[in-house]
């Protein structure tokens, strides 16, 4: 679905990168292995919020290896480090889901502040420079501000926008947006909503209502369920999402701004805990900046710094 560009995502985990790498580049660069550097390794995970229990994990790994003779320096830990974590991130369907007949439905849901809308409307760039045709749902009706900045965003991108009045039911605007990308033929429909806290009940009931609406309209959507996350709150996030994940079965998770954070190791995280593969990747301001998450491109950034040395 998405050009991918690996120098792009190499950008947006420099952060990342920097505390990994710089961490285990003084740790790792020219010295041996044993017990109390092994030890060591942990704290320059955890700090990347990859989470304690990966990070305890792999570094079991490096000294069982090193006990049994096999990682003798600190290239060879390294070596092992970068291993596990491609494996623990392989294995998911990365691509964004298509119908097989009409419009695609993704649903986008989200806690306020996360970078939700401005999402949306990268996902909406993205798809219109592939020549597709796209139908924005303006379904965040609580917050007049969100619908204001969707619609800049639809004439700025050249898409169809649906909204209701403010206060509108949201449910009936995703719908009259399904009825809209059916009449018009369009690709995709694009759904935003309203952000919310994942311990907000009524609200979290409310995008299984619209997540309904739309199944009745168009048969099988929403074909995905993106689930936006602030890469900058790391391990906080996974409580969000196993929420979101419960009430409207996400499939995917955008992690937003990457690029400002040192804790993108939580893409990690976020796999081993909810078993919902980060699907997008925010590296920047500019609609261009999402990106095809790459998880062996990710993990080859995040040790480029200790790889210099």
């Known amino acids: 679905m998405f050009r991918k560009a690996i120098e792009a995502l190499r950008r947006g985990a420099s952060r990342t990168a920097a505390a990994i790498g710089g961490g285990l580049r003084s740790l790792l660069h020219g010295r041996d292995l044993d017990e109390a550097l092994i030890d ?3 704290t320059a995970l955890v700090s990347a919020d990859v989470g304690v229990v990966i990070a ?7 000294r069982t290896q090193f006990r049994a003779g096999v990682a003798k320096k600190g290239s ?6 970068k291993a596990r974590l491609k494996q623990r991130l392989q294995g998911d369907d990365l691509r964004i889901a298509r119908a097989p007949s009409g419009p695609t439905v993704i649903l986008v849901v989200g806690v306020n502040g996360s970078g939700k809308t401005t999402s949306v409307a990268k996902i909406a760039k993205a798809l219109r420079d592939e020549g597709r045709s796209v139908v924005l749902a303006a379904a965040d009706t609580f917050r007049a501000g969100a619908v204001a900045q969707l619609s800049i965003w639809a004439e700025r991108l050249g898409v169809d926008i649906v909204k209701g009045a403010a206060g509108a039911d949201p449910a009936a605007v995703a719908f009259d947006a399904a009825n809209a990308a059916l009449a018009r033929g369009a690709d995709t429909l694009l759904v935003d909503t309203a952000g919310r806290l994942h311990t907000q009940d009524g609200l979290m009931r409310e995008l299984g209502k619209i997540r309904t609406v739309i199944a009745k309209r168009i048969p099988g959507a929403p074909h995905e ?5 602030d890469a900058t709150t790391g391990q906080s996030a996974i409580a969000q999402a196993r929420t979101f994940k419960d009430v409207v079965q996400v499939t995917g998770v955008f992690l937003a701004k990457l690029d400002g954070t040192a804790r993108g190791g939580s893409v ?3 796999r081993e805990a909810l078993g919902v593969p980060v699907k997008l990747v925010g590296v920047g301001e500019t609609p261009e900046d999402v990106q095809p998450f790459d998880p062996d491109a990710f993990v080859d950034a995040l ?5 210099k040395a």
């Open 56 to 62: 305890r994990d792999l570094v079991n790994e490096v």
């Open 303 to 307: 040790f480029a710094e200790v790889e």
């Open 268 to 270: 990690v995280a976020i």
């Open 225 to 229: 369920t993106l689930l936006v996350l």
């Open 76 to 81: 060879d830990a390294l070596a092992i480090l």
């Open 40 to 42: 060591q390794l942990e």
